[in-house]
């Protein structure tokens, strides 16, 4: 992004630049590839950016919004179970880290904690919440690494005379993914933690109605989320949505088992994306983010596709949301 900035000399070379620069970054190669496909999809990874992951700090805050503090109450009553699984001296490493409010349950019950290495896409937000993180764990070794976790990831050789290495990845992230993605990500997971093991949310098959206002509360905070797609491009790639004219959209597919979450189209209208024009037609959508929900079977056979050895699982007892033990193999 800030390339044109630096290199910068001419007039003229600042408008190419301009033009050229939003295009030479991810999110806008993926949002324009989006845009030329039908039916349109998009990760919702592009979510978080700042905004976004404020945004989805006050959706974890929602009544409506029941994983998070599902999750951390099944964190909370199972602490002392959880931390002699990982035993002394284990290192945590988690799948992005949103807040950083899941793992201090862990934290503290554990036995010497050796090392935490929170991954994040979202720079400004991790290092934020990590120094805060650091402050109350003054004695732990706290390594943000910013990175995009569903590529391909290099890691720090673990620690002498630490001990077991343990994944966690929670709030049931791993329901973003198509069901070939999760099996990948479990597989490169599976290896990454060899002899370790990996701490992992997902969220339960439940009424639908529960599910559908999860993801349509009425504060319209989980819109706001969805709608600051465009508004990131339009902040950060030049792009002119007129946010008033697409609708936030969440429903529940049931025969696949997951949340779907589209932009809707209000009416005909054209977008520009770095220069280039897109049309949309009235209803038109663009899939914005895949969630999908798991029964306790689905999740550990999918683990054991991957290479896991599944151990002990941890549920609320309204079976809302699951928590799993799976040991990575050597
Ligand atoms: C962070 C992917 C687990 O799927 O529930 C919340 C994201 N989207 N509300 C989810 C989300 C809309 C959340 N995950």
Redesign the pocket.
Known sequence: MSKFIEVGTSDAVDAQSRLEAPMDNAFAQDLCAALSTRPRAIS?KYFYDEAGSLL?DR?CDLPE?Y?TRTELGILERNAQDIAAHMGPRAEIVEFGAGALRKVRILLDAMDRPARYLPIDISGEHLSRAASALQQDYPGLDVQPVVADYTQRLLLPAPLPGAGQRVGFFP???I??FTPDEALHFLQVTAQVLRGGALLIGA?LVKDPAVLHAA?NDSQGV?AA?NLNLLARANRELGARFVLEQFAHSAFYNAPRQR?E?HLVSKRRQMVSVGGQCFEFEEGETLHT?N?HKFTIDSLRSLAVRAGFRPGPVWTDPDNLFSVHWLHAPL
């Open positions: 919702p989805f959706i919004y994983p709030g049931s992230t329901g973003n969220d993801y989980t989320f949340i979450m983010e969630s």
